[in-house]
């Protein structure tokens, strides 16, 4: 019924009265008043005992969700992770909070750093689990350390049956435990299918395999390879032992004479990043240079003037932060932040980082301002909200639970939710940052990996030609990379009450395996609800085929169409717009996924009226079709892919200083002129500030009407005006007021506000007018 307490608040119909802003008294009226509502509503028994419920839990201890992550101390500048993880990770528990906890309880997260020390890790676990209010816990990154833990505290974990939202990539360490999960795809059911089908299609017949002893994630990998393969697929299985965190060159160098002998035409690499580059300069100088599949992020392969450091193909897969693209969700909370400097997370220098001594830290230039779109930044932002979204996903599961639930309880109604509501195929938790469902077996979740590829010759890293989707049936089905672009001609007409504007464009496409703009739906084009038909031209330029004038193996359309777009009006009109073309599979069973070219060889010119470009990306976005069976009752979900080619614009403002400002800085001149009136004229003085007060009026209801759901910066120009021209007349007003003119001090108190308050304020609105402009 709307009447509930919670941590000493009353509240009734979204009002508050807390309990330390009120006196005894109030305290008792409002009692009284609730006690007399729920009399009066007597047969509403369940919403009382809803009432007496939320209350009960509000007065129960906060629950405790531990975070456990992993600093790094080595780094020669902080790369941002920790302190983005514990900035949002407090965000999240905010929003959590606000939006009614955990089953009406209060969440409390506690951060705990295993600065890399399995030891330390162990005991930040035991702690977790020991506390009786923990409802849950999330993160653990490295494979081994997450297994020394869970060997020394397994029987404790198992019986305490704490949800457990891990970012573990060995699906197996979790195996014999069954409340924790992890947010990694398993190997068997997501990664190694990927893996060997990737193998059959290139068709390598001699596979070899480099890896660490003694290492959890490097073994696994290669025990896994053994099974998935083919038969004698695998001609050699090198796992390289570490010595004070390094390999040894003579080890490393009898490797790579045994794989140059047997002649491996593939050669998987789990080493690490920093390992890695001693193993391909070996090969390198052995003259022995196979394609390489390495774990890790194959960007460091890339020289500084731009070319690759190996000569031939490199692979790796990618789950996200595919190569020239950026994640929508991440790009649309930069865009619509008020402070988007929150979100940058560019660390200080680390004067203990062993580069700084042996020359491989490079000083960095302290002038240039924080990008929050760097790279590193980037990777910064999306471990933060992962860590997150595990949050979130715990208070998602437990939304529903009873609130007058213990912790036990509740601990055991979070892993249901999570094995029935979130299972694979059949639910689906969307996240800021991805989206979330298990697999039931293994927990892992079922993600479909992406192969990501270094081609040789090019010293750029894109999407493979090839990828792999997983079916219902737990067949792989091949789907095509689409290479393509859209060049943005012209944008016009662009209509912030419709929500549309016109676009002119090409799209340009590699012709292979049959790529066609038939398999392509524009899904924010306008849709007329007359003929139920996108309103869009294609024209085709050309075919793909042999030609003087166009590439070789390119299909080349004109698109001209009305497409939609979401403004987001708050600085309207020193508002910059996201501008965009969304593309997507038109058929299910003709599934792609887009590779834009790089942004710097993007065309950058683009012709709008009123607008000016800014910024321009390529953006890429999860979805999925939620579906239940009407007659079996039974829930499916199947997502896909959807590419955005972004263009940022900012709104020109000169017509608006001209037909708005211009006049409103005339008419508070004018009535501040005024003031300096003897006050001998009192009606006079005041017919000229009414009348500026009603030209101020007028000027806002002769523009046009613009549908906004919010207010806009120009709305809050005008109340501004209307504010300051008030607070004009009510001081001319209180001058000649009989009471107050005896007063002397009070009567210069007044003039001297007269004259002062008006610069301060207009100033002050003038520099917040700027800040908006320059945002």
């Known amino acids: 019924m709307g009447i509930y307490r919670r941590v000493g608040q009353v509240k009734f119909a979204g009002l508050s009265l807390s309990n330390a802003g009120i006196g005894p008294v109030l305290r008792r009226i409002a009692a009284a008043i609730v006690t007399l509502l729920m009399l009066t509503i007597g047969p509403s028994v369940p919403a009382a005992v809803k009432t007496t419920d939320d209350a009960e839990a509000a007065q129960r201890p906060p629950v405790i969700m531990p975070i456990f992550f992993t600093s790094k101390s080595d780094d020669c500048y902080d790369s941002g992770i920790v302190t983005a993880i514990k900035r949002i990770a407090t965000l999240s528990q905010n929003y959590v909070n606000r939006t009614g906890g955990i089953a009406g309880r209060q969440l409390l997260i506690n951060l705990l750093d295993d600065k890399r020390d399995p030891q330390r890790a162990t005991a930040n676990l035991a702690t977790a689990i020991g506390d009786p209010q923990t409802i849950a816990m999330a993160g653990f990154t490295s494979s081994n350390r997450a297994k020394t833990a869970f060997d020394a505290n397994g029987k404790d974990l198992k019986a305490a049956n704490i949800p457990f939202i891990s970012d573990i990539s060995v699906a197996k360490i979790i195996a014999d435990y069954p409340s924790v999960f992890t947010t990694r795809p398993s190997e068997d059911e997501e990664r190694m299918p990927v893996i060997a089908e990737f193998v059959k299609e290139m068709k390598f017949e001699r596979v070899a395999f480099v890896g660490l002893q003694d290492n959890v994630a490097s073994g696994n990998l290669g025990d896994a390879l053994k099974r998935v393969l083919a038969p004698n697929a695998i001609i050699a299985d090198h796992r390289l032992v570490l010595k004070d965190d390094k390999l040894d060159p003579a080890a490393i160098s009898a490797m790579t004479d045994d794989l140059k002998a047997k002649n491996a035409d593939i050669v998987f690499i789990a080493i690490g990043n920093d390992r890695r580059n001693d193993v391909l300069n070996q090969f390198k100088s052995a003259g022995f240079t196979p394609p390489v599949f390495v774990n890790g992020r194959i960007d460091n392969l890339v020289s500084k003037s731009g070319g690759a450091m190996y000569p031939n193909d490199v692979y790796q897969l990618a789950w996200d932060g595919f190569p020239d693209v950026y994640s929508e969700r991440l790009r649309d909370l930069l865009l619509t ?8 997370f560019q660390g200080e220098k680390n004067d203990a980082a062993p580069g700084w001594k042996d020359g491989t830290c490079k000083v960095r230039d302290d002038d240039v301002p924080p990008n929050p779109l760097d790279d590193e930044n980037m990777r910064a932002l999306q471990t933060g909200m992962r860590y997150a979204d595990m949050i979130r996903l715990v208070a998602e599961a437990a939304r529903s639970a009873p609130a007058a639930a213990s912790v036990p309880d509740l601990r055991e109604f979070i892993v249901n939710e999570l094995n029935t509501t979130y299972a694979a195929g059949k639910g689906m938790f969307k996240g800021r940052f991805g989206d979330w469902s298990f697999r039931p077996t293994s927990r892992a979740a079922a993600t479909a990996p992406l192969l990501v590829v270094l081609p040789r010759g090019i010293g750029h890293p894109q999407l493979a030609p090839m990828q792999f989707l997983r079916l219902r049936n737990d067949a792989m089905r091949r789907i095509d990379t689409l290479y393509a672009d859209i060049d ?162 900012k709104r020109q403002t000169t017509d608006y200083f001209l037909r708005v400002v211009v006049p409103l800085a005339f008419i508070l001149f004018i009535a501040y002129l005024s003031i300096f009136i003897s006050t001998h004229h009192f009606e006079a003085i005041v017919t000229i500030q009414v009348t500026a007060l009603l030209s101020a009026v007028a000027l806002y209801l002769a523009l046009p009407k613009l549908d906004a759901n919010i207010e806009t910066l120009s709305d809050r120009l005008f109340l501004f005006t209307y504010l300051v021209l008030s607070i004009i007349i009510a001081i001319t007003i209180a001058r000649v007021n009989r009471r107050i003119e005896p007063i002397g001090w009070l009567k210069k108190s007044l003039a001297l506000l007269h004259i002062a308050i008006v610069p301060l304020m207009v100033g002050l609105m003038s520099y917040y007018v700027y800040q908006a402009m320059t945002a």
């Open 488 to 649: 943005l001609i012209r944008a016009d007409r662009i209509d912030d009450n419709d929500q549309t504007f016109l676009a002119d464009f090409y799209i340009s496409m590699n012709d292979r395996s049959g790529a066609s703009i038939d398999q392509i739906e524009f899904s924010n084009a306008y849709l007329d609800p007359g003929s139920n038909s996108r309103q869009i031209t294609i024209t085709p330029i050309h075919d793909g085929g042999k030609s003087d004038a166009y590439p070789d193996h390119m299909k080349i359309y004109q698109v001209t169409g009305k497409f939609l777009y979401s403004p987001n009006l708050r600085n309207y009109p020193f508002d910059t717009q996201r501008f965009s073309i969304d593309i997507q599979p038109k058929h299910g069973s003709a599934a792609f996924i887009v590779q834009p070219p790089p942004r710097n060889l993007r065309d950058k010119s683009v012709t709008v009226d009123g607008w000016d470009p800014k910024d321009q990306y390529v953006s890429y976005d999860e979805d999925f079709v939620r579906t239940v069976d009407a007659h079996t009752l039974e829930p499916s979900v199947v997502p896909f892919y959807k590419a955005s080619f972004v263009w940022l614009m």
């Open 337 to 344: 932040s008020i402070h988007p400097e929150y979100w940058v």
